[in-house]
């Protein structure tokens, strides 16, 4: 993707809307594009629990899609002052919190419900740590209540009849509560 029309892009947003910011640097990752943006502002950029910079990254998906004549969006992640590195880092800790769980009880654990991006974050994290290659996941649920099953490869070691638990956590202190994308 167009480092520079990302720059111009994000930078035109930002500015805009009023929000200072000291710099944006693009780098391609995998199979998508990053941008993290530096400001003396950050809690401004992202707003409460993340709204102000999904909604930036939404408008400059569209915008991007719509100048360079794409059929689908660009896979873009914006970030600042590496706040989504952290949600990232949060989710994938709990997911080898939960793992511990699915090893010693052999129980499928839901985790609480999350976006897509995060989902997919859980996704590629489990199938890609060697410490976590006796575990599979799939997304189970509709809408906002999706979310991810972690459960044992080798299903012999289930009970049949074995209830999904526990579904959706009642606990406060998972880290799951202001997941944003």
Known sequence: MNADLIKEIVGNLLTELGLPFDSIAVEEREDMTHAEITSSMASRIIGWHGETLNSIQHL?????????????????????????????????????QKADFVRRTGSRVALAPMSPYFRRIVHLHVANTPELADLTTESSGDGDYRQIVLKLKDESKVSDGEELAPVIVESKDDGLDNLDI
């Open 60 to 96: 400059a998906k569209s915008i991007i899609r719509q100048k360079e004549n794409l059929d689908r969006s660009p896979f873009l992640v914006l970030d600042v002052d590496g706040y989504r590195k952290s949600q990232e880092d949060k989710v994938k800790k709990i997911a080898e």
